[in-house]
C-alpha cells in the first residue's frame, strides 16, 4: 500500500482546508484508512477513520463536527475536509491504512502499518 498526502498550507482560523491522500494497492476489502496528526513536541494523535466507502465514520473528538473524511473510489483518493480550523489544529496531518486503524486512531496509532510522508497545516490565529 502507497499513501501520498497533499493540500497542506497556511491559512487563517476559522479557515478550511482539503487535504487529499492518493492510494495504490488499497481496498476496503483488506484495510481501513484514517487520519492522524502530530503537533510539535506532542504526542501522534488520531483524526478520523473509515472502515468502508458507506459508512463506517469515526471522528476524535477535537475534530469532531469540524473535520469530514471521505474517499472517491473513481480517484483512490480519501479526503479530509477540515473546517473551522483553529490554531491547536496546526500539526503534520499523514495517511494511514491498516486493518486496524479505527481502533489505532483512539491512541497514537503505533499498530498501523501504512504511513504517508505526512503534510504541514498551520493555522494562524
Known amino acids: 500500500v502507497q499513501l501520498v498526502e497533499s493540500g497542506g498550507g497556511l491559512v487563517q482560523a476559522g479557515g478550511s482546508l482539503r487535504l487529499s491522500c492518493a492510494t495504490s494497492?488499497?481496498?476496503?476489502?483488506?484495510?481501513?484508512i484514517g487520519w492522524f496528526r502530530q503537533a510539535p513536541g506532542k504526542e501522534r494523535e488520531g483524526v478520523a477513520c473509515m472502515t468502508d466507502v458507506d459508512s463506517g465514520r469515526y471522528y476524535t473528538d477535537p475534530v469532531k463536527g469540524r473535520f469530514t473524511i471521505s474517499y472517491d473510489n473513481a480517484k483512490n483518493t480519501v479526503y479530509l475536509q477540515m473546517n473551522s480550523l483553529k490554531p491547536e489544529d496546526t500539526a503534520v496531518y499523514y495517511c494511514?491504512?491498516?486493518?486496524?486503524?479505527?481502533?489505532?486512531?483512539?491512541?497514537?496509532?503505533?499498530?498501523?502499518?501504512?504511513w504517508g510522508q505526512g503534510t504541514q497545516v498551520t493555522v494562524s490565529s
Open positions: 494511514a491504512a491498516d486493518i486496524t486503524v479505527c481502533t489505532a486512531v483512539i491512541g497514537t496509532g503505533d499498530s498501523v502499518d501504512y
Open positions: 494497492g488499497f481496498t476496503f476489502d483488506d484495510y481501513a
